[in-house]
């Protein structure tokens, strides 16, 4: 997978429909910058990005993941996997969103605990002491469990994408 290739195929695309790249920002929901990099071949789209690309502009999944128009167009099965695996990725988000947003309301409701101690002045007593402390471990604790889940999700993330990508390829040589 060429990702240069694939970002010239998208500007070609994009100019073929007369688009500015703030337009196709506008029709997939992302920003200008995501448009201006994918073109640039610096980073590529997420999977429900991808299919919704080549929908729009009318081009097999194949033939945007090659960066190039072929005249054979991608049998059924492998676009229902397709479709699948950008089911699985959406599907995952929803679920790391949900994780990631019930810790922070943890932390941020501990953090509202110690803040309130704090400024109450309350803390110079042993008992509330002791809950501001913990209130404050609880979000320092929060803070080292998004940063080493967020980190450790990307990373599956990507090998799951590149483990996808490489069956896609494999499909392509067989054929």
Same mark, same amino acid.
């Given at each position: &997978? %060429?990702?240069?290739?694939?970002?010239?195929?998208?500007?070609?695309?994009?100019?073929?429909?007369?688009?500015?790249?703030?337009?196709?920002?506008?029709?997939?929901?992302?920003?200008?910058?995501?448009?201006?990099?994918?073109?640039?071949?610096?980073?590529?789209?997420?999977?429900?990005?991808?299919? #919704? *690309?080549?929908?729009?502009?009318?081009?097999?999944?194949?033939?945007?993941?090659?960066? #190039?128009?072929? =005249?054979?167009?991608?049998?059924?099965?492998?676009? #229902?996997?397709?479709?699948?695996?950008?089911?699985? %990725?959406?599907? @995952? =988000? +929803?679920? !790391?969103?949900?994780?990631?947003?019930?810790?922070?309301?943890?932390?941020? *409701?501990?953090?509202?605990?110690?803040?309130?101690?704090?400024?109450?002045?309350?803390?110079?007593?042993?008992?509330? @002491?002791?809950?501001?402390?913990?209130?404050?471990? +609880?979000?320092?604790?929060?803070?080292? !469990?998004?940063?080493?889940?967020?980190?450790?999700? &990307?990373? =599956?993330?990507?090998?799951?994408?590149?483990?996808?990508?490489?069956?896609?390829?494999?499909? @392509?040589?067989?054929?």
């Amino acid at each position: &997978m %060429n990702q240069k290739r694939i970002g010239l195929f998208l500007k070609e695309l994009r100019k073929e429909k007369g688009l500015t790249q703030e337009q196709l920002s506008e029709i997939l929901g992302v920003t200008n910058r995501s448009i201006s990099r994918w073109e640039n071949g610096v980073n590529m789209p997420d999977f429900d990005l991808v299919i #919704e *690309i080549a929908n729009y502009f009318d081009v097999s999944m194949e033939e945007l993941l090659n960066g #190039e128009r072929k =005249k054979e167009i991608m049998d059924k099965k492998s676009e #229902e996997i397709f479709l699948k695996v950008a089911d699985y %990725n959406n599907d @995952e =988000k +929803i679920i !790391f969103s949900k994780r990631v947003n019930f810790v922070f309301i943890i932390g941020i *409701i501990a953090f509202t605990v110690y803040a309130i101690l704090e400024q109450q002045g309350l803390t110079a007593t042993d008992r509330y @002491e002791n809950i501001a402390s913990f209130a404050l471990g +609880i979000v320092f604790g929060v803070l080292i !469990f998004g940063v080493l889940y967020t980190s450790r999700y &990307m990373i =599956k993330i990507k090998a799951f994408k590149q483990r996808v990508l490489n069956w896609n390829n494999n499909q @392509e040589k067989i054929h």
